[in-house]
């Protein structure tokens, strides 16, 4: 199973709104709304900030949103702020026997 | 609060073995699915192993089947990974990460390193 693919980074100004995207195929990100975002700080564990495509779980900002457009999902930051830099993965669910593969990761930069 | 905490990580010869634990609570351990999943110094996260509830299915990544095996005891509370015939690609921060039980992972641990090396 290869890794989906995202850019490897991508910058926004404080306030301005910067888009990830996520490609894989029709066995992962299109075949099913079970696509999160996770976000990582250097040296840190990764944080989950959204599921099943535009979820957000309790806590996570709303400038955070999901969307998805057959093998492709995104993950939109509006209103950049300093602390959105890091970096961010994406990972669809896969089917049983694969089970979940992540996005080869998006260094987000606040310039 | 649920809490992952790993251990069991360290510097291992080519060839050579480690068995890490993942101890959890805040939840009840017993209930979920669990995973490993690992990062290459400057690398992305690549999923390696789940374990089900009740330790009766197991799955592998393509890189680590028939080298690696994932356990439980839900009396301990405690996920388990052994890593056999280790080779220097398998050198990795090792997460362990908590099954959502709706087709995605959610919790995370801080991870522990594994460096496999002469």
């Known amino acids: 199973q290869s890794a989906l693919t995202q850019p490897r980074s991508v910058s926004g100004s404080p306030g301005q709104s910067v888009t990830i995207s996520c490609t894989g195929t029709?066995?992962?990100?299109?075949?099913?709304?079970?696509v999160s975002w996770f976000q990582q700080h250097p040296g840190k564990a990764p944080r989950l900030m959204i599921y099943?495509?535009?979820q957000r779980p309790s806590g996570v900002p709303d400038r955070f949103s999901g969307s998805k457009s057959g093998n492709t999902a995104s993950l939109t930051i509006s209103g950049l702020q300093s602390e959105d830099e890091a970096d961010y993965y994406c990972?669809?669910?896969?089917?049983?026997?694969?089970?979940?593969?992540f996005g080869t990761g998006t260094k987000v930069t606040v310039l | 609060e649920v809490q992952l905490e790993e251990s069991g990580g360290g510097l291992v010869q080519p060839g050579g073995s480690l068995k890490l634990s993942c101890t959890a609570s805040?939840?009840?351990?017993?209930?979920?699915?669990m995973h490993w999943v690992r990062q290459a110094p400057g690398e992305g996260l690549v999923w390696v192993s789940r374990?089900?509830?009740?330790?009766?299915?197991?799955n592998y990544a393509g890189s680590v089947k028939g080298r690696f095996t994932v356990s439980r005891d839900n009396a301990k509370n405690t996920l388990y990974l052994q890593l056999n015939s280790l080779r220097a690609e398998d050198t990795a921060v090792y997460f362990c990460?908590?099954?959502?039980?709706?087709?995605?992972?959610?919790?995370w641990g801080q991870g522990t390193l594994v460096t496999v090396s002469s």
């Open positions: 990460v908590k099954d959502s039980a709706h087709f995605g992972v959610d919790y």
């Open positions: 805040g939840f009840t351990f017993s209930d979920y699915p």
């Open positions: 374990i089900s509830h009740d330790a009766i299915y197991t």
């Open positions: 029709s066995s992962d990100v299109g075949g099913y709304n079970y």
């Open positions: 099943d495509v535009v």
């Open positions: 990972c669809s669910y896969a089917g049983s026997h694969t089970t979940f593969v």
